[in-house]
Each structure stands twice: as structure tokens, then as C-alpha cells.
């Protein structure tokens, strides 16, 4: 009984999408939570340690480096997902040791005290590096030292300083 028989059958199939994601660049743990971006096909989805919906949050996230997937499906229901690395790093820890008190018609002197070195003073009276207690004023001042590192991260760390009026002396005449 040499039977045969034979039936064919076409299928379909669908090709993957072609999935892209451009490279996120370093961000600061402090930054504000930002949109991603650089996906295509547009409509997929982000997931990842610091993702909600398509926004990533450096703050939940954490400092370090970290995976971020994006993943898309066809209307074939056809998926393909990119993971990428995104790196948060953390501010540096600024200091501002304590400042003395000054007479008010003290000279201009030089301030010091900022760690790391290398950041800007700012405050009342301060012009660069030097503070003119004359042109503060009379009172307690809040000076800052800001500073940024090389992976752009910023932080800043403040000190107050008190311009007091110099002393008044009487002499009384002598007998």
C-alpha cells in the first residue's frame, strides 16, 4: 500500500525591529530626574534601577554604573530590547573650615579653608578669593565655596563670618 499524501502550508515570518538606543553620558547623582531619549523605534519601553515610565531618576538610582533596557514590539508582535550603561556619579564632598571674625576696618585679606582646593568663594564682600570687610558691612555674613569635579558634579559648603565695628577709645586728659 504505497500511500502518500502531501499538504504545504505557507507561514509568515515576521522580521525583528531593528532596535537602537544612543549612549546616555555621565550624569550627577543630584541632577534632576530626565526624559530618555535616543530610542528608536519611538513606543518602547525603559526599565532599569531609577526608571519610571521613560523618565530616569540619578537620585533613586544610586551612584555607580547601571543597565538601562529598551525594549520594542512590533505591530508583527515581533520584540528586540538594547541594554546600555548609564553612569552616576557622586558629588564631591566640599568643605569650608570656620572663619574668624574681623574688625570692620580691617585690610582685605585672602580666604582659605575651601576643600577640595580649586572652587570659588562667594558672598557678601568676597571678590575672588579676597574679602574686604568694608565693603560686607557690619553683621554676620554667610560665605559659600563652591566646587566641581572633573566628572562635572557640583557641591558647595557655606561658613559664616562676623564684620564687627572696630573698638572705640577714650582717652581722657591728663592732670
Known amino acids: 500500500n504505497s500511500c502518500g499524501n502531501t499538504s504545504t502550508q505557507n507561514i509568515v515570518v515576521n522580521a525583528a525591529p531593528n532596535v537602537n538606543v544612543d549612549a546616555i553620558a555621565p550624569v550627577c547623582i543630584n541632577a534632576s ?40 514590539t512590533n505591530a508583527s508582535s515581533c520584540s528586540a530590547s538594547v541594554s546600555i550603561h548609564i553612569i552616576v556619579n557622586s558629588p564631591p564632598v566640599v568643605t569650608l573650615s570656620s572663619l574668624s571674625s574681623t574688625c ?22 568676597v571678590s575672588g578669593t579676597t574679602f574686604n570687610p568694608a565693603t560686607a558691612g557690619l553683621g554676620t555674613h554667610t560665605i559659600s565655596y563652591s566646587y566641581s569635579s572633573a566628572a562635572g558634579c557640583a557641591g558647595t559648603a557655606t561658613s559664616s563670618i562676623q564684620v564687627v565695628s572696630q573698638p572705640v577709645v577714650n582717652l581722657s586728659a591728663l592732670p
Open 104 to 125: 570692620l576696618n580691617s585690610t582685605p585679606y585672602t580666604l582659605s579653608g575651601g576643600s577640595p582646593v580649586g572652587g570659588t568663594y562667594s558672598g557678601p564682600g
Open 33 to 72: 530626574p530626565f526624559v530618555l531619549s535616543g530610542a528608536a523605534p519611538g513606543g518602547g519601553t525603559w526599565t532599569g534601577l531609577g526608571v519610571s515610565g521613560s523618565d530616569f531618576n540619578p537620585a533613586i538610582a544610586g551612584a555607580g554604573t547601571h543597565s538601562l533596557t529598551y525594549s520594542f
